[in-house]
Nanobody, 120 residues
């Protein structure tokens, strides 16, 4: 069992930056690939980024490539999402998720989400 708690969301102006964190409790964080997803009002949840267990391979949605960076610190049981050059269309609730099998969905555990609001 893994519990995930996101933090770092908030209100930012377009062009600004935020760093989201996701702290994991439970056992063997390094055994899980981790992902970030987001859901905007009235839209389906969408993939944002994922990182392998060791952190050596990362994947990004085309919409965030070059602006967002996913990283992890296995010693701290934490995964991060650095978001730069934010756009109004990035506004959403952001969720982190853990996957025993790798970065391909479905994911096993989900956090409660943290809201990101981007003002234009």
């Amino acid at each position: 069992q893994v519990q995930l708690v996101e933090s770092g969301g908030g209100l930012v102006q377009a062009g600004g930056s935020l760093r989201l964190s996701c702290a994991a409790s439970g056992r063997s964080f390094s055994n899980y690939a981790m992902g970030w997803f987001r859901q905007a009002p009235g839209k389906e949840r969408e993939f944002v980024a994922a990182i392998t267990r060791s952190g050596n391979i990362k994947y990004y949605a085309d919409s965030v490539k070059g602006r967002f960076t996913i990283s992890r610190d296995n010693a701290k049981n934490t995964v991060y999402l650095q978001m730069n050059s934010l756009k109004p269309e990035d506004a959403a609730v952001y969720y982190c998720a853990a996957n025993r099998r790798g970065t391909i969905e479905p994911y096993d555990y989900w956090g409660q989400g943290t809201r990101v609001t981007v003002s234009s």
